[in-house]
């Protein structure tokens, strides 16, 4: 694949052209020119274009989570290598997908988050889950991790994650419960190592909630995102759109994401990547995951 199918800046200078004044403003402040000299395979979880990658036309709906086992997707849990599917955290039982934390390897929680990233990445789809939350937070979880999950997308590979490293860089839809009293909104958008553009205005705020209703309890909760490529970001719940996003791009300022930038030529874009859904502590369980392609217009 060459350089100019990932959309790269020749030379290893920032592609602006098409981004919005603030975007580009805050990129030509922070971020630094460099040479395009990292291994192509880092890449994969940032390029622009994934043209090889991307389905062609708005297709079926593919189900990332076949019921089964865990075949297509990749852990990667603090402290731990990307493989290591440490205290067996994610699991298959009973047709569901589970985030779960047995007490033998999470006798207190010691900020272990982890991803389970799915195979390929993508550009322009539609994802929609089905999730719950059960059961008590593990010992040490943060609090404003209970009954909190996410799903992690237009994030970098599993592959260029450090070793230590929290959160990968993404854009994160935040899947949320309820304490069963208090309203608390789900599918918010926050933003590990990157920002956005709300009403045309590039926000530096890490988190901004959606309009969402609260769902209390152990009840299964359907949330629907659509992608495109750079241009927005959508979700859905119940027909009604709670949140919209454009123009999403990586921090120059944060170390890691000016990494990544350095690593694709200078590019801070984001128009695709990876998914990948958390564990942060609270038990949770998904019996759906699954995708339809869109055509790239």
Same mark, same amino acid.
């Not at 699991?91 to 900020?111: C, H, I, N, S, T």
């Not at 008590?136 to 599993?158: C, I, T, Y």
């Given at each position: 694949m060459r350089f100019t199918e990932l959309g790269l800046a020749s030379g290893g200078s920032l592609n602006l052209e098409g981004l919005p004044d603030s975007i580009t403003l805050m990129i030509t402040k922070n971020a630094k020119r460099c040479p395009m000299t990292l291994l192509l395979g880092l890449l994969l979880g940032l390029q622009p274009g994934l043209r090889a990658q991307q389905d062609p036309g708005? @297709?079926?709906?593919? /189900?990332?989570?076949?019921?089964?086992?865990?075949?297509?997707? &990749?852990?990667?849990?603090?402290?731990?290598?990307? @493989?290591?599917?440490?205290?067996?955290?994610?699991?298959?039982?009973? @047709?569901?997908?589970?985030?779960?934390?047995?007490?033998? /390897?999470?006798?207190?929680?010691?900020?272990?988050?982890?991803?389970?990233?799915f195979e390929k990445p993508y550009t322009h789809y539609r994802l929609r889950a089905?999730?719950?939350?059960?059961?008590?937070?593990?010992?040490? #979880?943060? #609090?404003? /991790?209970?009954?909190?999950?996410?799903?992690?997308?237009?994030?970098? +590979?599993?592959?260029?994650?450090?070793?230590?490293?929290?959160?990968?860089? +993404?854009?994160?839809?935040?899947?949320?419960? #309820?304490?069963?009293?208090?309203?608390?909104?789900?599918?918010?958008?926050?933003?590990?190592?990157?920002?956005?553009? &709300?009403?045309?205005?590039?926000?530096?705020?890490?988190?901004?909630?959606?309009? +969402?209703?609260?769902?209390?309890?152990d009840q299964w909760v359907q949330i629907e995102v659509e992608v495109r490529g750079h241009e927005s970001l959508k979700c859905v719940m119940e027909g009604v759109t709670i949140f919209t996003l454009t123009h999403p791009v990586l921090d120059p300022s944060d170390p890691h994401s000016s990494k990544l930038i350095d690593a694709n030529g200078g590019e801070a874009r984001l128009s695709g990547g990876s998914i990948s859904i958390q564990s942060e502590s609270h038990p949770v369980e998904f019996r759906r995951i699954e995708l339809q392609p869109l055509s790239v217009e």
């Open positions: 708005e @297709g079926k709906w593919i /189900a990332l989570f076949n019921g089964q086992n865990l075949d297509g997707w &990749i852990p990667k849990i603090r402290y731990h290598p990307i @493989g290591e599917n440490f205290g067996n955290t994610f699991r298959v039982e009973d @047709g569901l997908l589970k985030v779960g934390y047995d007490p033998q /390897a999470y006798p207190e929680f010691k900020e272990t988050f982890g991803h389970l990233f089905e999730y719950r939350f059960v059961g008590d937070q593990v010992k040490g #979880g943060p #609090g404003w /991790a209970f009954r909190n999950s996410g799903l992690m997308l237009h994030g970098e +590979s599993p592959e260029t994650m450090e070793v230590d490293q929290d959160f990968p860089a +993404s854009i994160e839809v935040q899947l949320l419960g #309820g304490d069963g009293e208090n309203k608390r909104s789900t599918g918010n958008i926050c933003t590990p190592g990157t920002h956005m553009v &709300i009403e045309g205005k590039l926000t530096k705020q890490h988190c901004v909630n959606s309009s +969402s209703e609260t769902y209390h309890g």
